[in-house]
């Protein structure tokens, strides 16, 4: 890890009570310090992800009622066609109709936003959410 470098930052004081409530949300082994490396890394992963050209992972999530006529082979259609940027799917059976799938993507931006896209506007799917995060490499 690279050495600490201390700056000090000024903010209204209610801004500063709001923000020490979250600090305390947090938890115990989080400060200030801590929370704002937290929100600076927080920062530089959504800019890694508005850049179309940068390679981030993903994980989409979505609920679907299995029943929906051809519904799962659509699903896997559109799975299938982007292998090289789909690591891993889990199928949870939620109750007797509806399941969860989650599916773990890494590519560049563009790429799994459209893939994520492709698989939402599945007619059947009914409810669903990209979550992406950075590879890592430059944080």
Excluded: Y
Excluded at 10 to 17: E, N, R, T
Excluded at 97 to 103: G, Y
Excluded at 118 to 126: A, E, F, N, Q
């Amino acid at each position: 890890m690279s050495e600490l470098v201390r700056f000090s930052v000024a903010m209204p004081d209610d801004l500063l009570m709001q923000f020490d409530n979250l600090v305390a949300r947090r938890g115990l082994a989080k400060n200030r310090s801590e929370v704002i490396r937290d929100l600076v890394r927080d920062a530089l992963v959504d800019e890694e992800w508005d850049n179309p050209d940068q390679e981030i992972v993903g994980t989409l999530s979505i609920v679907f009622n299995h029943h929906a006529s051809d519904l799962q082979n659509k699903l896997d259609q559109v799975q299938h066609s982007h292998h090289d940027k789909i690591i891993s799917a889990m199928h949870i059976h939620l109750d007797a109709h509806n399941c969860l799938e989650v599916i773990a993507m890494r590519g560049m931006s563009e790429d799994i936003r459209f893939i994520a896209d492709s698989i939402l506007g599945v007619k059947g799917v009914k409810h669903g959410r990209l979550t992406t995060t950075t590879t890592g490499r430059f944080l």
